[in-house]
């Protein structure tokens, strides 16, 4: 896969140096790195448009047009708008203008001189983001041909329905990541500029950088793992039952909900048996609880107490089968719809917030793709000292699907 890189300088020497360090980069062996190079606004501009561009690394300070300029320029294309782009700068170092680059658009502030330890596990993280990127756009093309096959063998509504939900869950997690990214990303902003502010003044020590430095290494290390996570989904399971643990399968799902779930207040509180391991489908099972977890987090938007807002889950096994417990506190079901909730189409949300076809798929990937059961009910509980009301869905499954 080539990867183009844009790096845009006004100062020749520091296109050279930027040029030299990038290419000295082990990327992945399935990538290779062009090095593109702009002197000025006007050309970075056009090159942008001309070219498909993983990374933007912009000088700011530049005659005739700065780089704050050429980015406003940028994200006003349809064709550039979604272009990372990440500042490179000398003398604008307050943090007055690092906040300044990131609101009108910017990925990332950096400051010059450059620091490799710094700059090069970021280029890394884009491109490998990027390369994901490109292989979910290649997967939905392979998935239109199956679906096109599906077509051809009368099935045309079922495979329909598979691409809308599917493409939804893939969506709602792109925006799950986004949240999951803010946090590491600023610990990783605020190390970098801890680190020149202290050297400038002469009190970095030591421990003091090697701390910054582990950092920056857990945050790119997190940030590396949600990537992974998200591929694994895309690329599913190729209807190949394969052997994993049920506790690793669910707390996946977990990882790829957690910024929502913190967003909304809600805690999970899980009660899981580590030992528990099955022959299935282990994607497919992550995209079912996606779903489950989805509903009840868009219930417990809903109920007025923020400070009571929970999702249980609980696993447990016999000697042939596992069970997967979900339920929540928000009130539960009515009872004249809950006959009705693994219908097509049927859902309670507004048009914009849901299809009405999660459960629908996630009822089919249990019964039909697993070889399971799934039910739901109404139950009242303690927790804590107090009583709660809400939904409980319980998914059974084979141990072994051989």
């Avoid at 845009?8 to 062009?34: G, Y």
């Avoid at 990131?102 to 090069?120: E, R, S, T």
Wanted: aromatic share 8%.
């Amino acid at each position: 896969m080539i990867v183009n890189i844009l790096i845009v300088d006004d100062n020749q020497p520091n296109l050279e140096t930027l040029n030299f360090m990038i290419k000295d980069i082990d990327f992945e062996d399935n990538i290779d790195i062009n090095v593109i190079q702009a002197d000025n606004g006007n050309d970075a501009l056009n090159l942008a448009m001309k070219h498909d561009i993983a990374l933007i690394i912009l000088d700011i300070q530049m005659p005739d047009m700065d780089g704050f300029e050429v980015a406003r320029y940028l994200k006003k294309s349809s064709k550039t708008k979604d272009m990372p782009i990440a500042f490179l700068t000398a003398a604008h170092k307050s943090e007055d203008m690092r906040e300044y680059g990131l609101h009108i658009g910017a990925f990332d502030y950096f400051l010059k001189p450059i620091d490799p330890l710094i700059l090069i596990p970021k280029i890394k993280l884009y491109i490998k983001f990027y390369a994901i990127a490109t292989e979910l756009k290649n997967t939905n093309v392979i998935l239109e041909e199956k679906i096109k096959e599906a077509v051809d063998k009368n099935s045309k509504m079922e495979a329909k329905l598979y691409q809308s939900e599917k493409l939804a869950a893939m969506g709602e997690m792109i925006g799950n990541i986004a949240h999951q990214w803010r946090q590491p990303l600023s610990i990783i902003s605020t190390a970098a500029t801890g680190v020149k502010v202290q050297k400038v003044y002469g009190e970095l020590s030591d421990e003091e950088l090697f701390n910054l430095m582990d950092g920056i290494n857990n945050s790119v290390q997190f940030l590396s793992k949600t990537i992974d996570d998200f591929r694994d989904f895309v690329k599913g399971d190729n209807d190949q039952s394969v052997l994993f643990n049920l506790s690793e399968d669910i707390e996946k799902c977990c990882e790829l909900e957690e910024a929502v779930i913190k967003q909304n207040n809600i805690q999970v509180i899980k009660d899981l048996d580590d030992t528990i391991e099955l022959t299935n489908l282990p994607n497919g099972l992550i995209q079912a609880l996606l779903n489950i977890v989805n509903n009840a987090k868009d219930a417990l938007k809903l109920i007025e107490n923020k400070a009571d807002k929970f999702i249980f889950i609980e696993s447990k096994k016999d000697k042939d089968n596992i069970f997967i417990l979900i339920k929540d506190n928000a009130g539960g079901i009515p009872d004249d719809i809950i006959d009705k909730i693994y219908e097509p189409y049927f859902t309670t949300k507004h048009k914009s917030q849901g299809t009405g076809l999660g459960l629908h798929m996630t009822y089919k990937i249990i019964t039909e793709n697993m070889k399971g059961t799934i039910d739901v009910k109404n139950v009242e509980y303690e927790f804590k000292g107090k009583t709660y009301k809400g939904a409980q869905f319980k998914i059974t499954l084979p141990l072994n699907t051989d």
